[in-house]
């Protein structure tokens, strides 16, 4: 049975004993999602993931990432810039690589797409013009999941 986490419920002791007795799976709350991994252009920072990914293993957890894709997690730097046609493609797919590389083997699972559902919110990856394949249904989707293969 599993749970989400956040890093500095892992200080905490009564927290981080109830984690390891009673849960043998985590989930990062947010330190798996775009605004914490490259909250800047310049630079990727897991080091929050680490430390959750560090905890589960040693005490014997497992680890479910979450996410790579969700609408409302992208950084401002990415919402708001603007970008010419051949940017974007590179630009959302080299998170999901730097993280998935990253987390290789200590990983057992990925959600890749958060809440696709009937009518996707706005988003970069949905709308924002050049970027978004609203005028392609949930196309987004289907990119996400071959990004990751």
Not at 46 to 70: N, P, Q, T, Y
């Amino acid at each position: 049975m599993g749970t989400v986490v956040r890093p500095y419920a892992l200080s905490e002791p009564a927290c981080s004993a109830t984690l390891s007795h009673e849960f043998n799976m985590l989930e990062p709350e947010d330190s798996m999602k775009w605004r914490g991994v490259r909250a800047t252009p310049e630079r990727f920072n897991v080091s929050e993931a680490d430390e959750i990914v560090r905890f589960a293993i040693a005490h014997g957890m497992k680890v479910r990432a979450h996410c790579l894709v969700w609408d409302h997690t992208h950084p401002n730097w990415l919402t708001d810039g603007q970008f010419t046609p051949d940017q974007p493609s590179l630009l959302l797919r080299e998170p999901m690589a730097t993280e998935m590389r990253h987390y290789a083997g200590q990983v057992f699972a990925w959600d890749v797409v958060n809440e696709a559902r009937g009518n996707p919110r706005d988003s970069i990856r949905y709308s924002k013009p050049g970027i978004g394949l609203s005028d392609k249904g949930k196309a987004y989707v289907e990119q996400a999941f071959s990004l990751c293969a």
